[in-house]
Structure formats: structure tokens, C-alpha cells
């Protein structure tokens, strides 16, 4: 069964509206991060976590909030979507090592 | 500079060939990881290194963090390995902070 599960795998919003994208980990990993997909850009970091209460910020925080209120959970909150937040996002949580164990992706499409 | 600088950007070979994809880094890195995106957008985990060379069947990774690159060496290519390979390293300074190459989109032609 999955270690990382995302939801919702896929949504359309409205510009202006509110969006929360969902993260839960059944590894017991501290570290969680939440990473966006776009061609020509690979992936990259917008925030991500040591553990439950911590969050910190990425490469490209501007825009989006994130929440980790426990150790098997860490959502990113977009308060304002804009249609340049459309996008596919990654969540991963990583060993102490530094190795990443992916979900399989949400699909964001903002109007 | 990019930190994590990935080569080539595009990569096209022949059932059978073999090649290699680079990634060199800015930095010092603590670790790196290769992954394969298929075409369903899954991102599959090859390797993860924190020195040296592993090995997995037709795949063959290096990291050397002194010198400050990491490669991916496919042999004997099959179709199934067409997709995006990425590379993602981690500063050694402890921050936990992992960042992508832009990725290698790897064409096997039969």
C-alpha cells in the first residue's frame, strides 16, 4: 500500500478561491516537502518540514502556506489561487538521510 | 548558478545503446538521488547515494561529492526506459533542503 498518499489528485479551482492540498505519510519520516512541476522547470521546493509543528521555506514559498500539524501530515495551503498556480504537486517525505519517498502527484488547475 | 545543473536536457538512443546523464552541483552535496518520471507522471526512485557507485541491473549511478557531480549510466537501453530522469541533491550543511536538476528526457527508439 502507498506511504505517501496526496489529495485530492486533482482539482479545478476559481481564481481568488482557497485551496488545500493534502499529504499523509505512513513511513514515520520527520521530514515532509511540498514540490511543484513544470515543464521546463523540473521540480521544485515550495516548502517542506522537520517535523510536526515546523514548516519552512522552499525555493518558491511566495503564494502558498503550509501546515504541519502532525508527523504523518503536511498540506499546502494556497489562500488566494492564482491561475499561475496551476501546476502538478509532488509531496514527499524524506529519512534523515535525505532519501525522498514521492506520492503520486495532484493536479491543480486554477481558472 | 544553479545548484543542481543537469545534462543533457534531452536525450534520444537506440534499443540497445548505452549513455550516460550528468548532474554537477554548485556546492558540496551530502547526497544524491536518481529518479525515472514515467509517462504516467510517477516518480520512481532509482538510487540514492551518499558516496560512491551502486548498481541495479542495466543502471549504474556515481556520486562524487569532492568533485561535485553524480552520473546515471544506462546500458543496453529498452524501450520501458523512455521517461524523465531527474537528479536530487542535498546541501551538505543539514538543512534538509533537497533540490532538482531540471531534469533528462530520455526517447528510446526501436
Known amino acids: 500500500e502507498a506511504a505517501v498518499t496526496q489529495s485530492p489528485r486533482n482539482k479545478v479551482a476559481v481564481t481568488g478561491g482557497k485551496v488545500t492540498l493534502s499529504c499523509n505519510q505512513t513511513?514515520?519520516?520527520?521530514?515532509m516537502y511540498w514540490y511543484r512541476q513544470d515543464t521546463g522547470h523540473g521540480l521544485r521546493l515550495i516548502h517542506y518540514?522537520?517535523?510536526?509543528?515546523?514548516?519552512e521555506k522552499g525555493d518558491i514559498p511566495d503564494g502558498y502556506k503550509a501546515s504541519r500539524p502532525s508527523q504523518e501530515n503536511f498540506s499546502l495551503i494556497l489562500e488566494l489561487a492564482t491561475p499561475s498556480q496551476t501546476s502538478v504537486y509532488f509531496c514527499?517525505?524524506?529519512?534523515?538521510?535525505?532519501?525522498?519517498?514521492f506520492g503520486e502527484g495532484s493536479k491543480l488547475t486554477v481558472l | 548558478g544553479m545548484p543542481v545543473e543537469q545534462n543533457p536536457p534531452a536525450l534520444s538512443l537506440y534499443e540497445g545503446a548505452d549513455s550516460g546523464l550528468r548532474c554537477n552541483f554548485s556546492?558540496?552535496?551530502?547526497?544524491v538521488q536518481w529518479f525515472q518520471q514515467n509517462h504516467r507522471g510517477r516518480l520512481i526512485t532509482l538510487f540514492y547515494?551518499?558516496?560512491g557507485t551502486k548498481e541495479n541491473g542495466r543502471l549504474k549511478s556515481t556520486f562524487n561529492s569532492k568533485e561535485r557531480y553524480s552520473t546515471l549510466h544506462i546500458k543496453d537501453a529498452q524501450l520501458e526506459d523512455s521517461g524523465t530522469y531527474f537528479c536530487?541533491?542535498?546541501?551538505?550543511?543539514?538543512?534538509?533542503?533537497?533540490?532538482f536538476g531540471a531534469g533528462t528526457k530520455l526517447t528510446i527508439k526501436p
Open positions: 536530487a541533491a542535498e546541501v551538505d550543511y543539514g538543512n534538509e533542503k533537497i533540490t
Open positions: 547515494l551518499a558516496q
Open positions: 518540514s522537520y517535523g510536526a509543528g515546523s514548516t
Open positions: 514527499a517525505s524524506g529519512e534523515d538521510t535525505g532519501q525522498l519517498y
Open positions: 513511513n514515520n519520516h520527520n521530514n
Open positions: 556546492t558540496t552535496m551530502k547526497s
